[in-house]
């Protein structure tokens, strides 16, 4: 293979994997996930049944007791889940966070946490980046972590931090060189592991936030809370650089789930616009209706590619941060395109929550939002690709 090569499968890939999670996925229907955004719930049976298929550490090296597969696996996993109207997120952070661990955790951290996250005995969901003063501007955050000879003492809030309530650990990015103190803004900020067992009621304090779709997202609280110096990954200061390491892994994840989700949506209309009949005829049968889904579909396959390509050069150790942040924006917009074209192709019963159309739609629209935005998306294709004029 020559250095320019990489090597992408264009079929079905992982057959085996996907085979298993529609398997998994026939047993959570429609009516179980609306139920569960009822009460703000969190879907335990389900994450419990990915992690005994030990799908949920597909990520984590087999010396640990995970899989030990490409990302490109993991990928197709979360992918699967959301093209089957189930819901990725509530365990997806496993994946996406996976990587600062296993490329900067010490050994004895890998050792004490990874097999109890591959054996599905503890639980790494929670990812605490974003502030609620500075947002998208994380060099800026507040949340600060000062050395007490082995200890640390932390101090701070974090917002929209999902999935706090239902994790054991939580990845939690803080400064511990005052601004003023460093070179670079980039400089000086630090990840730390959290056990979330011990620190609840000990310094961390958790909120539900009720949002927009059932994301169990929270606030967090954080005073004066103690942490071991071993809780710290990696060196100290150098965690925004880690956490940047992770981006185009979790674009590439990300883009997947959009896939996903988009291809439920283009399914579910393809099958009432052949079924719903209006004037006479099903309403498929109208262009009005048809060349919308159509364009969906087109945009979701391009994005898909985009996606693949992406994962692929990541596997191969190549860059791919222009792939990782295209596939993130490409799979975004045909998502949500896939969504509004399947609430206007079920007319008033796309807005029944019976149908579960609705819920996807909340659902679909996070994806330009969260874990980045469209424009930060954006920023980085100007910049880095373009070579443009740093916009912000
Ligand atoms: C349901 C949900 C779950 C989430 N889960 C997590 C989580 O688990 N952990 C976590 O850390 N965070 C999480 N987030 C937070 C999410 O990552 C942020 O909301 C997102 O990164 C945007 O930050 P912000 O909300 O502070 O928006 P801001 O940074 O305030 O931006 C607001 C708007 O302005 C735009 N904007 C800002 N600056 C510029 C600029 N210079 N140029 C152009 N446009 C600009 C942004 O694109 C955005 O549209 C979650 C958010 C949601 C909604």
Same mark, same amino acid.
């Given at each position: 293979?020559?250095?320019?090569?990489?090597?992408? @499968?264009?079929?079905?890939?992982?057959?085996?994997?996907?085979?298993?999670?529609?398997?998994?996925?026939?047993?959570?229907?429609?009516?179980?996930?609306?139920? *569960?955004?009822?009460?703000?719930?969190?879907?335990?049976?389900?994450?419990?049944?990915?992690?005994?298929?030990?799908?949920? &550490? !597909?990520? /984590?090296?087999?010396?640990?007791?995970?899989?030990?597969?490409?990302?490109?696996?993991? =990928?197709?996993?979360?992918?699967?889940?959301?093209?089957?109207?189930?819901?990725?997120?509530? %365990?997806?952070?496993?994946?996406?966070?996976?990587?600062?661990?296993?490329?900067?955790?010490?050994?004895?951290?890998?050792?004490?946490?990874?097999?109890?996250?591959?054996?599905?005995?503890?639980?790494?969901?929670?990812?605490? /980046?974003?502030?609620?003063?500075?947002?998208?501007?994380?060099?800026?955050?507040?949340?600060?972590?000062?050395? +007490?000879? +082995?200890?640390?003492?932390? $101090?701070?809030?974090?917002?929209?931090?999902?999935?706090?309530?239902?994790?054991? *650990?939580?990845?939690?990015? =803080?400064?511990?060189?005052?601004? @003023? #103190?460093?070179?670079?803004?980039? $400089?000086?900020?630090? /990840?730390?592991?959290?056990?979330?067992?011990?620190?609840?009621?000990?310094?961390? @304090?958790?909120?539900?936030?009720?949002?927009?779709?059932?994301?169990?997202?929270?606030?967090?609280?954080?005073?004066?809370?103690?942490?071991? =110096?071993?809780?710290?990954?990696?060196?100290?200061?150098?965690?925004?650089?880690?956490?940047? +390491?992770?981006?185009?892994?979790?674009?590439?994840?990300?883009?997947?789930?959009?896939?996903? @989700?988009?291809?439920?949506?283009?399914?579910?209309?393809?099958?009432?616009?052949?079924?719903?009949?209006?004037?006479?005829?099903?309403?498929? !049968?109208? #262009?009005?209706?048809?060349?919308?889904?159509?364009?969906?579909?087109?945009?979701?396959?391009?994005? +898909?590619?985009?996606?693949?390509?992406?994962?692929?050069?990541?596997?191969?150790?190549?860059?791919?941060?222009?792939?990782?942040?295209?596939?993130?924006?490409?799979?975004?917009?045909?998502?949500? #395109? &896939?969504? $509004?074209?399947?609430?206007?192709?079920?007319?008033?019963?796309?807005?029944?929550?019976?149908?579960?159309?609705?819920?996807?739609?909340?659902?679909?629209?996070?994806?330009?939002? %969260?874990?980045?935005?469209?424009?930060?998306?954006?920023?980085?294709?100007?910049?880095?690709?373009?070579?443009?004029?740093?916009?912000?």
């Amino acid at each position: 293979m020559s250095q320019d090569t990489v090597s992408l @499968d264009l079929g079905e890939d992982y057959p085996e994997l996907r085979d298993s999670i529609r398997r998994i996925c026939a047993r959570y229907p429609l009516d179980y996930w609306a139920k *569960l955004e009822e009460t703000s719930g969190y879907p335990s049976e389900f994450v419990a049944e990915l992690t005994e298929g030990g799908f949920l &550490a !597909a990520l /984590v090296p087999e010396e640990y007791g995970g899989a030990g597969l490409p990302l490109r696996a993991a =990928a197709v996993i979360l992918e699967e889940i959301n093209a089957n109207g189930c819901q990725a997120s509530p %365990a997806h952070a496993q994946m996406y966070i996976m990587g600062t661990l296993l490329r900067h955790g010490t050994e004895e951290q890998k050792q004490k946490y990874l097999p109890e996250i591959a054996a599905g005995t503890l639980r790494l969901q929670a990812f605490g /980046v974003t502030e609620p003063t500075t947002g998208s501007d994380t060099t800026q955050l507040k949340t600060r972590a000062v050395r +007490d000879g +082995d200890h640390y003492v932390i $101090d701070g809030q974090k917002v929209f931090t999902s999935r706090a309530l239902y994790s054991d *650990l939580m990845l939690l990015l =803080a400064r511990t060189t005052p601004l @003023d #103190q460093v070179a670079k803004k980039t $400089d000086g900020i630090s /990840v730390f592991l959290i056990d979330l067992r011990e620190a609840r009621g000990n310094g961390i @304090d958790i909120r539900p936030i009720r949002a927009l779709m059932n994301h169990n997202t929270t606030e967090v609280f954080i005073e004066n809370l103690r942490v071991p =110096a071993s809780a710290l990954v990696g060196q100290e200061g150098k965690g925004f650089r880690y956490i940047l +390491d992770g981006m185009n892994a979790e674009r590439i994840l990300v883009a997947s789930e959009c896939v996903g @989700d988009g291809r439920y949506m283009v399914k579910r209309a393809v099958e009432y616009a052949g079924e719903r009949v209006v004037f006479g005829r099903p309403i498929g !049968a109208n #262009q009005g209706v048809q060349f919308p889904i159509a364009r969906a579909h087109v945009e979701l396959e391009a994005a +898909d590619l985009m996606a693949r390509k992406a994962a692929a050069l990541f596997d191969g150790g190549r860059p791919c941060g222009a792939e990782a942040n295209m596939a993130k924006h490409l799979a975004a917009e045909a998502t949500w #395109q &896939a969504a $509004d074209t399947a609430l206007q192709t079920f007319g008033g019963f796309g807005y029944a929550s019976e149908y579960g159309i609705e819920r996807k739609w909340r659902e679909c629209r996070i994806y330009q939002t %969260a874990p980045i935005s469209t424009n930060l998306v954006l920023a980085y294709v100007g910049q880095h690709v373009l070579g443009l004029p740093r916009s912000y």
